[in-house]
């Protein structure tokens, strides 16, 4: 029941959007292409933040593996841990180049556009691309457009958050987790709207119309999945990332030595 509760409550969101909220929407960017336009369109702030926590997470994750397998390889002793002084900063020092390949990468959005634009051209017509961008420019538009974006980011962060990959609390990631909160709350207050509107005609032809339903369960789904399928790919690679520049940490390990007389 709840999938199809959500999806009505999506579409009455839809339908009631006041067109005098304020507008978040992000210009069209300087490619010059349709699809382009229509990306442009939205702003995916809230699901980049939420990408970026758990990666964050992940990063620490393998960091801190690989500092373990050290400490054990070495006998480094049971002071060799997080809390050390030695510890934090090799930590540190090793995260760095992970969370910089995270920010380059999956942060920037970069990647997005070939495969978005992929999506929109096989399930969109130039007809239906071109009504969504006047669409969307319109106020009442950008307001739905806000709200297709919360919705994606729900759906995003429900793979992570129900299967228990995002661990909640996690050491190392409070300041990522008070940004997604705050972005997360700022988008959510935008999408709300008086329910006493009862002229918001665009709102509710686009809402209840065959594109504007077919648009947002394109995005839920298929979105959503190019989302996740990208976290997942950079959250495999990261092990391997850690691995790959663990000998950093070998200053920091003769210093600890050195503390505790080994």
Not at 212 to 226: D, F, M, R, S, V
Request: net charge negative; charged share 20%.
């Amino acid at each position: 029941m709840w999938p199809v509760f959500r999806n009505f409550l999506l579409v009455v969101l839809l339908a009631c959007a006041a067109p005098s909220m304020p507008v978040f929407a992000q210009s069209s960017d300087s490619h010059g292409t349709r699809f382009d336009e229509l990306l442009g369109t939205h702003d995916w702030i809230t699901t980049v933040a939420l990408g970026n926590r758990y990666l964050k997470q992940q990063s620490l994750v393998a960091v801190r593996a690989e500092l373990a397998r050290i400490g054990r390889h070495r006998g480094l002793g049971p002071d060799w841990k997080r809390g050390d002084a030695q510890w934090d900063a090799a930590e540190a020092v090793l995260a760095a180049p992970l969370l910089l390949g995270v920010q380059q990468d999956f942060s920037s959005l970069a990647w997005l556009p070939e495969q978005w634009n992929e999506m929109v051209r096989t399930s969109f017509t130039d007809a239906e691309i071109d009504a969504l961008i006047r669409h969307f420019r319109t106020d009442v538009g950008r307001k739905q457009a806000k709200i297709i974006e919360h919705s994606v980011q729900f759906h995003v962060a429900a793979a992570y958050t129900m299967s228990g990959k995002l661990i909640p609390d996690f050491p190392g990631t409070a300041g990522e987790q008070r940004y997604l909160t705050v972005v997360y709350a700022e988008e959510e207050q935008a999408t709300r709207f008086s329910i006493a509107a009862s002229d918001n005609v665009e709102g509710q032809r686009f809402a209840l119309s065959d594109l504007g339903a077919k648009y947002q369960k394109t995005l839920i789904i298929k979105l959503t999945g190019i989302f996740n399928a990208r976290i997942d790919h950079l959250a495999l690679a990261l092990p391997l990332q850690a691995g790959a520049v663990v000998a950093q940490a070998d200053p920091f390990i003769e210093e600890f030595r050195a503390a505790h007389g080994g």
